[in-house]
């Protein structure tokens, strides 16, 4: 086996973000998904971003396989870490994490963090979601389009506040 060294810890470190990159790109198109079922939800977030993830990895998969031949054995080792982390993790995104969200994925509202959606809306102006109304109100329709609308007692009459 290998042992834990110093270039090993920093390899580590460096590919912990990598190694879950390529399951968080498709858990939020997943996520952000207009499907109705799982199924609908999945196929569109594999649609959507699965090119995309599917292409950085055989990118970063290239670049480490160049880092094979390197006569350093840091880079070496480095090259072959790479590999093997982005290797599994891809085969993880696209293997088995869409099965997961098949069978156990949210759907709906199910899963929705209602109290981040409503500090979401608290820092954008917006009204939270348990306040807003689930139809727009109509506007009330003029009956005769020719006369025009009656002014409220508040509002200016030719510029002047009514006393």
Same mark, same amino acid.
């Given at each position: 086996?290998?042992?834990?060294? #110093? &270039?090993?810890? #920093?390899? =580590?470190?460096?590919?912990?973000?990598?190694?879950?990159? &390529?399951?968080?790109?498709?858990?939020?198109? &997943?996520?952000?998904?207009?499907?109705?079922?799982?199924?609908? $939800? #999945?196929?569109?977030? @594999?649609?959507?971003?699965? %090119?995309?993830?599917?292409?950085?990895?055989?990118?970063?998969?290239?670049?480490?396989?160049?880092?094979? %031949?390197?006569?350093?054995?840091?880079? &070496?080792?480095?090259?072959?870490?790479?590999?093997?982390?982005?290797?599994?993790?891809?085969?993880?995104?696209?293997?088995?994490?869409?099965? =997961?969200?098949?069978?156990?994925?949210?759907?709906?509202?199910?899963?929705?963090?209602?109290?981040?959606?409503?500090?979401?809306?608290? =820092? /954008?102006?917006?009204?939270?979601?348990?306040? #807003?109304?689930?139809?727009?109100?109509?506007?009330?329709?003029?009956?005769?389009?020719? $006369?025009?609308?009656?002014?409220?007692?508040?509002?200016?009459?030719?510029?002047? @506040?009514? /006393?």
């Amino acid at each position: 086996g290998w042992v834990l060294g #110093m &270039y090993e810890c #920093m390899f =580590l470190q460096l590919t912990a973000g990598m190694a879950v990159d &390529y399951t968080v790109h498709l858990a939020h198109a &997943y996520n952000e998904s207009a499907g109705e079922t799982r199924e609908a $939800k #999945m196929r569109e977030s @594999l649609s959507e971003m699965g %090119v995309s993830v599917l292409s950085g990895a055989v990118s970063t998969l290239g670049a480490s396989i160049c880092l094979f %031949v390197c006569s350093f054995k840091v880079f &070496y080792l480095y090259g072959s870490f790479i590999f093997f982390v982005i290797l599994w993790a891809i085969l993880w995104a696209v293997l088995f994490f869409p099965a =997961l969200m098949i069978s156990l994925g949210p759907s709906g509202e199910l899963g929705d963090i209602k109290l981040l959606r409503s500090l979401q809306a608290l =820092l /954008s102006g917006a009204p939270a979601p348990d306040q #807003m109304e689930t139809e727009p109100k109509a506007e009330p329709e003029r009956e005769d389009d020719s $006369k025009p609308p009656v002014q409220k007692e508040c509002e200016p009459k030719d510029g002047v @506040l009514p /006393s």
